[in-house]
Nanobody, 122 residues
Framework: QVQLVESGGGLVQAGGSLRLSCAPS??????MGWFRQAPGKEREFVAA????????YYADSVKGRFTISRDNAKNTVYLQMNSLKPEDTAVYFC?????????????????WGQGTQVTVSS
């Protein structure tokens, strides 16, 4: 059974940084992504990476502040979050998919992590 194990969330002041990690157990995927969901809001796309090409994609709201990357040896994907803002506060989910073209469409992803809380104080 595939599991996506996330870590790295926490509480940080505005302007600070956090790094999230996600390690899918047992296999690699075509692409990995990060989504987030704030209270009372829909889940939204944050970033994605195509595992083989390392092509990356970002939501406009995080472009230039967040960086998605992967470590092939550790089979782990990271989300480095810099210059954090209070509006980045949300539960962040790691997701994995076997194919598809639309990186930002949550329904394209086949597996999901349990989520990790990121809270940015002002």
């Amino acid at each position: 059974q595939v599991q996506l194990v996330e870590s790295g969330g926490g509480l940080v002041q505005a302007g600070g940084s956090l790094r999230l990690s996600c390690a899918p157990s047992g296999r690699t995927f075509y692409a990995m992504g990060w989504f987030r969901q704030a209270p009372g809001k829909e889940r939204e796309f944050v970033a994605a990476i195509i595992w083989s090409s390392t092509s990356t994609y970002y939501a406009d709201s995080v472009k230039g502040r967040f960086t998605i990357s992967r470590d092939n040896a550790k089979n782990t994907v990271y989300l480095q979050m810099n210059s954090l803002k209070p509006e980045d506060t949300a539960v962040y989910f790691c997701a994995a998919r076997n194919g598809g073209l639309d990186n930002a469409r949550a329904k394209n992803y086949d597996y999901w992590g349990q989520g990790t809380q990121v809270t940015v104080s002002s």
